[in-house]
């Protein structure tokens, strides 16, 4: 079955862009795989929890889908992509980077990691000035406790910056924890559970006022999903006045379209943060990555030292502290 697509598939990299003019199917190969999956569709749910624990799943493609059609997306590029910017101050950002800079020139990591578990600019998903900032941020408010959901390689950078300030400690909420995060001396708990199985109640107990909650979640808004549970549960009841990160963030921009039409990249988490923060009284944007990078890129290329590439997706704001949480 597919012989025909499969062969002109064979040459093109899994991810890449393929022009209408050029086909990369058969036509009667792809109808009849079509016959197939609508077959399938409304199934009993035990075949499509089979097909689920091969990598795959099957959803209906119409108006209400939530995972947006190949055309919806193509479509929403023809017109003037839209930018998101009512949660941000300009001129407060670029006071807030002008504090992180100075403790910038400290952070100095190679390009490659030297021995294992330990960080380096290359081979990693938190990078760029993600990296820079969240150091700098340690160094700069001197978090007592910072507690990660969705720990790693971020957690390396924290530790770098604790053992500087010769304080501090990580409390990190990974499921799927790599192995180096064991040999981590800041981690001084480690909690092997998803974070939707965690009360607040633990986070007003761990955190005081000027700690950091480092939130780098599935990004997915959906039933169940750590994203709900964080923004819809966690967030309004912290009684702390704290700094909150969220990663893999682009705003004021959307994610771009390669990665919406050839990566499957559905992300939704950063509407979801944007529509607490609007009009939230408790809440100040302080530093956006992405922000930065479209919008103050010349003062953002300055905090790096040419050290590594600008650009990055952490988003960073304050949050002051419920008075009936």
Known sequence: MLEKTFALLNDIPGGTYV????????????????????????????????????????????????IPSIEDIERSFDAPVQNFDLIFDDSGMKEFLAELHQFSHEFDPPREAIVGGSYSWEGNPFSFSDAMAYYCMIRRYRPATIIEVGAGWSTLVADLALKANGAGEIICIEPFPPEFLRGIDSVKTLIERPVQEIPPAFFNASLRDGDFLFIDSTHTVKHGSDCLHLYLSVLPRLSRSVFIHAH????????PLNELRDKHVYWTEQYLLMAYLIDNSRTRVQYGSTYHFL??????????????HAGGGSLWFSQKGAPSA
Not at 31 to 41: A, G, M, N, T, V
Not at 248 to 255: E, G
Not at 295 to 308: E, I, P, S, W
Request: proline share 6%; charged share 25%.
């Open 19 to 66: 022009p209408d003019e050029k086909k990369c199917y058969d036509d009667a190969e792809i109808e009849q795989l079509s016959q197939i999956l609508k077959r399938l569709l409304w199934a009993p749910s035990q075949i499509r929890k089979k097909l689920q624990q091969a990598g795959v799943t099957i959803i209906p493609c119409n108006f209400y889908s939530e």
């Open 248 to 255: 893999d963030i682009r705003l004021p921009a959307t994610f």
């Open 295 to 308: 919008r103050n890129r010349q003062q953002l290329n300055a905090f790096m030292h040419g050290r590594f």
